[in-house]
């Protein structure tokens, strides 16, 4: 079968075995595939170290055989989403204080999920999420990106700031901002979408922000202080501004990786002390978030913007594309066969 590898930092399509169901996987044939800003973070070694074997964790497809313990989970035949953002995606333990405690994404047994890029993939079956009919192949990008974003909104609850608050999503019109706009406005948040660039924040707005901001803007300032900024940009930069905006008392929830070569993100303890800020870090979700994500999306009230698609042959185009910031929202690969 055909599945995308990097050599020199670059996607290849090669020719690899099938994967085989173990006892408690399902080998899934993969419908569609959504590129992530991650996979080409890994592709390009921009976290350090360099990929091997597959690429890709976001995915939606078909169940084709099940190892021998897995139809308790699922049956062949049944249309499903996998991916969790490649921590916890492929398997946790169950039985770890992270796992009881509702974190199996921190199990220190969990397996990342990767190889969506390819025709098909075995994934460990109790991380398979039935998908209605209702909820397109183009959406495979919740898998992660929504999953991400739903993550980090149900953060905001655990830290106790409840819809009504003002928060700032930063990197608003990106893969995963999108979701996060869309979400916290129909959660009841007033939404102030940062990006960079009228059309970006023309989308940000058509998603439901209340009100949007040009992070290179002068303006900026004026926004006054927020309850919360979520930072989903893939840049340093991103975390400054989300730091900018809070109020005293904020809270900064980062959820965007920058490469390693950004830098130090540098803090005061003088000026935590001062605002009395706290700061935390938002990844990906869980299993049961993405069973809610999945209603929510079969309700209407979430939905991908697919920005472009192509065959897997496209992959490393589309990773220069995403690179250059050439198109809104995600893409999907909606067709692994060529
Ligand atoms: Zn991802
Ligand atoms: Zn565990």
């Not at 020199?8 to 020719?15: A, D, L, P």
């Not at 390819?118 to 898998?143: F, M």
Request: glycine residues 14%; hydrophobic residues 45%.
């Amino acid at each position: 079968m055909k599945a995308a590898r990097v050599a020199e930092r670059r996607v290849v399509i090669q020719e690899v075995a099938e994967p085989v169901a173990e006892a408690d996987h399902a080998v899934v044939r993969v419908v569609s595939a959504g590129v992530c800003h991650s996979d080409l973070h890994l592709a390009r070694g921009d976290w350090g170290g360099q990929a091997s074997g597959g690429l890709g964790h976001e995915g939606i497809g078909v169940v084709e055989s099940l190892g021998a313990d897995a139809d308790r989970y699922v049956q062949e035949g049944d249309r499903v989403i996998f991916g969790l953002g490649g921590m916890g995606g492929a398997y946790w333990c169950g039985s770890c204080e992270q796992c009881l405690g509702g974190e199996p994404q921190f199990c220190a047994q969990g397996r990342a999920l990767l190889g969506t890029f390819a025709e098909r993939i075995a994934v460990w079956a109790p991380a398979l999420t039935a998908l209605p009919a209702s909820v397109s192949d183009l959406e495979a990008p919740l898998a992660c990106g929504g999953l991400t974003a739903y993550g980090a909104i149900k953060k905001l609850f655990k830290a106790g700031i409840f819809p009504g608050s003002r928060i700032a999503i930063v990197g608003a019109a990106g893969g995963l901002g999108h979701y996060a706009v869309q979400l916290a406005a129909s959660f009841g948040y007033r939404v102030i979408a940062v990006d960079i660039g009228a059309e970006r924040l023309e989308f940000a707005r058509s998603l439901g922000a209340d009100l949007v901001v040009d992070a290179t803007d002068d303006t900026l300032g004026d926004v006054g202080g927020v309850a919360a900024s979520l930072v989903f940009s893939a840049g340093l930069s991103g975390f400054r501004t989300g730091l900018s905006l809070l109020r005293r008392g904020g809270h900064l929830l980062g959820v965007g990786l920058p490469p390693t070569s950004d830098g130090m993100l540098e803090l005061s303890p003088f000026e935590l002390f001062a605002r009395n800020l706290t700061i935390s870090y938002s990844a990906v979700g869980t299993v049961q978030d993405m069973r809610e994500l999945v209603e929510l999306a079969a309700d209407g009230k979430v939905h991908t913007h697919v920005g472009r698609t192509g065959p897997l042959s496209d992959l490393e185009h589309i990773f220069e594309e995403l690179e250059a910031r050439k198109y809104v929202g995600r893409a999907v690969i909606t067709d692994v066969t060529r």
